[in-house]
DNA sequence: GCATGAATAGTGATCGTTCACTATCGGAGT
DNA sequence: ACTCCGATAGTGAACGATCACTATTCATGC
């Protein structure tokens, strides 16, 4: 094993404190918290014997005892759902913008009923001292009875009511990129095999297609699956009836796609001469399918940095940071959509 | 820089604390105090007098300050590697362990030299004062230059000489169950198409393996790839000499494997009737391929759990857990791995 | 009537910083 | 010679809890 110390009971020296560090230095604490926080306003002499004294003692300061003087904490927490289905990448986007910000994460993740994870939000705010909320999951009204909150929120993946993005991840956009894809290749009559609808993201893609649809004067079969597996592809497939006229599936993500092959193959159906499919993702395996996978391919990474900066920028009343030029996503055309058959 | 929030201006109502409790209670600060560690001591009718001043006031105590005081943060980080390639179902068990026994969970990731990783932890353990880390990373001898590190920590997928786990994570174990099957089914000459060495899950099954093979006395053509990307798998495959005598191929994970075999496909050689693939990971795709992926399960929450388990009965000075019966994985044979060819 | 002690409640110090003031020192301007 | 001012440094209070003591209450036994 790595460090099993198990002395805990060891002679563990005493707490450098900045008293200890300001009388080795003959200055005052002052002097040196002064130091600590900026290094203007002190003689070069001043500024040495602190360096010194600091490296002598191996001095770090104690950030709680500072946090409680500042009333800052420099603390972010992520909220994470249920933690069943959590998607690594844009966490981390949001991570490491938050720590080249100075800020440290506190990764929190909500459980329980509604009042239980209202109680835990209110605890953070309050008890634990977040200075900012960015969460991966939907949190509802569940402030909306508090006099305003004082701690920013964002929360990733909500759409306005003219489905738009608010706040970042609200990748779904793309959905409507899908379908104009098919439309233009002449396809009609849609189906959707949608993801876990616990998710904003998979409700997003469902709203946006569904929207979209609509808006083209297309025609949608309907929406099936539900839960990203691969096996909801493959019984979306199955089941579809063969005069359902549908051309053209819009899967949640590249597995339910696969899936979705896998089940039209079965039944002796190609793709795409006879239907074609598009994921969502562009995971790996889907260039080394057979056809290959036509699929949305999201900067998840930019996503979860930009929802963080956001925040942040909130956090510190500034003016958030404009990223309208950025390329969230784009459409991969590959070997699994195709003309729709006349 | 941040922080120029010169004043956050809004009309923020003071910080409700003991004191105002105690006093809408009638009752002293310390008596709150008491209250709020440990519900007994009090007469019920105090009781009554402080939980409703408690509840008047929306009372949340002020972790900071009471950590300030008790030297006690509750609070224990996990270090993430520099977060390229992280597995969140591990995180996830172990993040969840940490909540439900009272910690909050510090996300850090490690970046950047040998020296910054170091002043790093050093800063976790010292000024933001963590109480134990769980690294998902290996910290090499990162503290040895310290006086006995009085913070516990609990590196992932460590070993000891003889190859049993120690600490958790130690998934690699399984890869001797791999080569077993794959012995027992006739085979003598394998391949390993490995994952990112950075990863130390990934030297772990290439140590185990290469350690097993010559155990049972039998022969490893190579160890090649180490991206983790079906790329890889398919590189391999189709670089292997069609005279090297290899009937096995023991890949990283299923998403290498997969690729190994649309290598194989593509070069006309038949899986598994001339050779057998085994993936990792278990991964829902493997159930769809033809054939079918024999795999290794890992019940990766679980090992995440108990590496923090482990360490928090550390951080308490407990001793730890047994988990010794506790199914930490299985082999699941499928139809890629058969009888070697005569 | 008083000592005893358990149960309950209160007082003041303390954790390690930073904040708000105040103090000192020199040099320049009048 | 005096004030004035900027640059630099110091003093004591404050942040909001808990800890270590001390004080009060009240039932009990003699």
Redesign the pocket.
């Known amino acids: 094993m790595h460090g099993d110390n198990a002395d805990s009971g060891a002679p563990r020296r005493?707490?450098?404190?900045?008293?200890h560090?300001?009388e080795l230095a003959?200055?005052?604490?002052?002097?040196?918290?002064?130091y600590?926080?900026f290094n203007?306003?002190?003689?070069p002499?001043?500024?040495d014997k602190v360096e010194k004294a600091i490296h002598d003692l191996d001095?770090?300061?104690?950030l709680?005892?500072?946090s409680?003087?500042?009333?800052r904490t420099n603390r972010i927490a992520i909220v994470l759902p249920e933690l069943t289905y959590f998607v690594p990448t844009p966490f981390r986007g949001a991570a490491s913008a938050a720590h080249e910000a100075g800020y440290q994460i506190d990764v929190v993740s909500l459980e329980g009923d509604e009042a239980r994870r209202r109680k835990r939000v209110l605890t953070l705010m309050d008890s634990e001292r977040v200075e900012g909320i960015l969460s991966f999951t939907p949190l509802g009204d569940m402030l909306s009875p508090l006099p305003v909150s004082p701690v920013p929120m964002q929360v990733m993946g909500q759409y306005d009511e003219k489905m738009r993005s608010t706040g970042a991840f609200a990748d779904g956009a793309f959905a409507a990129e899908v379908v104009q894809h098919l439309a233009d290749l002449g396809h009609r009559r849609f189906l959707h095999v949608a993801g876990n609808q616990d998710w904003a993201s998979a409700r997003n893609r469902r709203t946006v297609y569904l929207e979209t649809v609509d808006r083209l004067g297309l025609e949608s079969y309907g929406v099936v699956g539900g839960d990203w597996s691969v096996e909801a592809g493959y019984q979306a497939a199955r089941d579809l009836p063969a005069n359902s006229g549908v051309t053209a599936i819009v899967a949640a993500n590249d597995l339910v796609a696969f899936g979705v092959i896998r089940g039209l193959q079965d039944r002796g159906v190609r793709v795409p001469d006879d239907v074609s499919v598009v994921g969502w993702d562009n995971e790996e395996i889907g260039r080394f399918l057979s056809p290959t996978l036509t699929t949305v391919e999201l900067n998840l990474e930019l996503i979860g940095r930009q929802a963080m900066l956001e925040l942040i920028a909130r956090v510190e009343d500034r003016e958030p940071p404009s990223f309208e030029h950025q390329v969230m996503g784009r459409l991969i055309a590959r070997g699994s959509s195709g003309p729709a058959p006349r």
Chains 1, 2 share one sequence.
């Open positions: 005493k707490r450098v404190t900045i008293m560090v300001a003959g200055v005052s604490h002052q002097t040196v918290s002064r600590l926080r203007g306003g002190l003689k002499v001043t500024v001095y770090r300061p104690d709680i005892a500072r409680m003087r500042t009333r």
